[in-house]
RNA sequence: CGGGAUGUAGCAUAAUGGUAGUGUACGCGGUUUGGGACCGUGUGGCCCGGGUUCGAUUCCCGGCUUCCCGACCA
């Protein structure tokens, strides 16, 4: 991409009612743009970082066995009332409108009673289970204060998978299946280190859920954390004082600022007994269908990598979801030979399968550095009147500072295989 | 939803009961060219409604917006 075509713009400050750092820098380098309080436009460069986080969760399903479909964010009224879920009462979080035709609807905020019903069609037998669907699909939810940038916002997106499963060891199989799914992906985003699973209470099925808590200074939630033993606790597991089941003692805990990137439920069969999904078991019985959900917020993970990755001078990108991989500043483009010189380096760049950003624009050095600072590329390759003469370009590892100087067969080497191209 | 703030140009800010200044960004001319350089010049602005007043961006009332704290948060 040549960023003289790019329509956004980096600009040095920030709109002054912007304090979280994450909206901050992504509205600084022209990821985002706010339309309104809890409301979000994902720009370019800022969708292809989701879409490569939305990649990762993928294949992190897939690998477990689930299957992508797509919900639609309209509802009706009927399906909701079955589970006592309509009512203002009972949820405060609804988006509610009137269809022209007549009647109410609602925006989706979850999709438990959606799927169940959807898979009162397709689930028959105990040779149906156990069965994972999942969709990466924009959530609503009129939330009385959307804050902190795009970590808790009205309209979102959220990748919400459920299990539907014919015994608890299906059940407790996949649920750990997925835990440990949630990690590599947390992993993959640069986040692992950070990233606890988290005992939460459990509700009326299990003794606990887990949420996937980022210990960030960032974070609305506040976790009690092991670090030795790599879990941590919530609040209200805290007061519970079931700690000894899991192996530790209130004293050895640590208090903690978190940013809850991902969550796992057990929902034991409350959405199938309600709306009447079940299997037949080998006997010929019917027997409700054991169900779990599983979410995950990939803008809510994105704006945390930034929180947390992110130094003075601006964002940086782990290489697994950075918009491009190589920031290939071009210097003293005025010179038309080192014009053709450059532009012959990203093409051929291109060409070799490496994903670049080509700041092609005639501007002064400094200007551009800071530019390419704040927009975090992992690796930044100068081209100038310098390196020309030397026969090398400098390459600046944006995480470290770290600068090495490559031949132009050096720097293919290095970038013309990467498998994130 | 309770409490506290806020609203002036694309962004950041200043002053003011007599229609607003600066920085940045943007346009033009020129000097520059490895860390947001400089000179000249230009474009562009008081959230909405009502009230007080000869006159309101300023004071008052209401609304809306946005932010923060709390509550809430599969």
């Known amino acids: 991409m040549r960023q003289s075509k790019l329509f ?29 309080a809890g409301a979000y436009t994902f720009l370019p460069l800022g969708l292809q970082v989701i879409e ?41 979080v609804w988006f509610k409108s009137e269809l022209a035709a007549g009647g109410a609807v609602g925006l989706a905020w979850t999709h438990e009673e959606v ?25 609503f939810r009129n939330e009385i204060r959307a804050k902190s940038g795009i970590m808790r916002t009205r309209e979102f997106w959220m990748k919400d998978l459920y299990s539907f499963c014919a015994t608890e060891e299906q059940h407790n199989d996949f649920y750990e299946a997925c835990a440990d799914a949630y990690m590599k992906i947390f992993n993959r985003l640069g986040i692992g280190e950070q990233t606890y699973k988290t005992f939460a209470s459990g509700g009326a099925f299990t003794k606990f859920s887990h949420e996937f808590q980022t210990l960030a200074e960032a974070g609305e939630d506040v976790v009690y954390v092991s670090k030795a033993k790599g879990i941590a606790v919530n609040e209200e597991v805290l007061e519970e004082a079931d700690l000894s089941e899991l192996g530790v003692t209130k004293d050895g805990l640590e208090k903690c600022k978190s940013i809850e990137v991902g969550n796992i439920f057990s929902l034991g069969t409350k959405f199938s007994d309600a709306l009447g999904l079940t299997y037949k078991d080998e006997s010929g019985t019917d027997v409700p269908v054991i169900m779990g959900s599983y979410g995950i ?83 930044r390759v100068v081209a100038s009147k310098k390196t ?34």
């Open 8 to 36: 956004t713009k980096t600009r040095k400050e920030a709109p002054s009612d912007e304090v979280a750092k994450n909206a901050q820098l992504l509205l600084r380098a022209g990821y985002i743009y706010k339309n309104m």
């Open 52 to 92: 490569r986080i939305n990649t990762i969760i993928r294949e992190e399903m897939d690998a477990i066995g689930g299957q992508e479909m797509h919900m639609p964010s309209l509802q009706e009224p009927s399906l909701w009332e079955k589970t006592d879920r309509w009512s203002d009462e009972n949820v405060d």
């Open 115 to 139: 799927i169940t019903e959807i898979m009162r069609q397709y689930v028959a037998s105990y040779k149906d289970l156990p069965l994972f669907a999942y969709q990466i699909q924009t959530k």
């Open 297 to 379: 917020g990939p803008a809510r993970a994105m704006g945390t990598v930034v929180d947390l990755l992110a130094d003075e001078k601006g964002i940086v990108w782990p290489e697994s979801i950075a918009p491009y991989q190589i920031h290939l500043v071009g210097l003293n483009l005025d010179d038309a030979e080192m014009r053709d010189y450059v532009e012959g380096l990203y093409t051929s760049l291109r060409n070799r399968g490496v994903s670049v950003l080509f700041d092609d624009r005639d501007l002064r050095p400094g200007e551009k550095f800071a530019d390419s600072d704040l927009l975090g590329m992992p690796y």
């Open 388 to 421: 020309k003469e030397s026969g090398s370009f400098e390459v600046v590892t944006r995480a470290t500072g770290d600068t090495r100087y490559l031949t132009e067969e050096e720097l293919y080497a290095d970038f013309g295989a990467t498998a994130d191209a």
